[in-house]
């Protein structure tokens, strides 16, 4: 099965979910155009608070549309944009994928793979429990965080539903994606 983009989702505010689009627009060294969390130093709020000089390697986040089954099968309801990714995607193990690893995107665009998306209490304001989906542990008691990949846009494009996904790997040794 060949990877994907099932929904693409962006805004302009800060809210928790993001609003589907026909399109959005990746801009290199920035992230979404028109995103609240676009920009070269850190945009989400925590961020900020620490330091907002930091570089923001959060400037486009993709979960996969597995998770949405995955969380269905425990009676929750979740859809495309609705835990604010701005890529969501089908027939790619995300979670699997090295820290530096390039995503080849539509025509043009091409983000790199920065680390896990650190899922936060909103989780639960959005849907009581639904936190406990997306992050738990496993056998060995690390936390597994389930809530889908950060990336940084290195080459700008549209990007639509049904665009195709070619995944390239970076040199090894490979480096398991870490919270970011």
């Not at 989906?133 to 389930?146: L, P």
Request: charged share 25%; net charge negative; aromatic share 2%.
């Amino acid at each position: 099965m060949s990877a994907t983009v099932t929904a693409v989702s962006s805004n302009g505010e800060y809210s928790f979910t993001k609003p589907n689009r026909d399109s959005i627009t990746l801009l290199a060294g920035l992230g979404v155009e028109g995103d609240i969390h676009a920009g070269v130093t850190v945009k989400h709020r925590s961020r900020i608070a620490q330091d907002p000089t930091q570089p923001n390697l959060r400037q486009v986040h993709l979960i996969h549309e597995e998770l949405f089954t995955e969380v269905a099968d425990a009676g929750f309801e979740v859809a495309p944009g609705a835990l604010g990714e701005n890529i969501t995607t089908r027939g790619i193990d995300l979670l699997g994928l090295p820290a530096g690893t390039l995503l080849h995107i539509g025509e043009a665009a091409v983000v790199e793979v920065t680390g896990l998306r650190n899922p936060c209490i909103q989780i639960d304001a959005f849907q009581d429990g639904l936190l406990k989906q997306v992050v738990g542990r496993d056998e060995a008691g690390r936390i597994v965080r389930k809530a889908g990949i950060m990336s940084v846009v290195r080459e700008g494009g549209v990007v639509r539903p049904g665009d195709t996904i070619e995944v390239r790997l970076p040199a090894e040794p490979h480096r398991p994606l870490e919270r970011v």
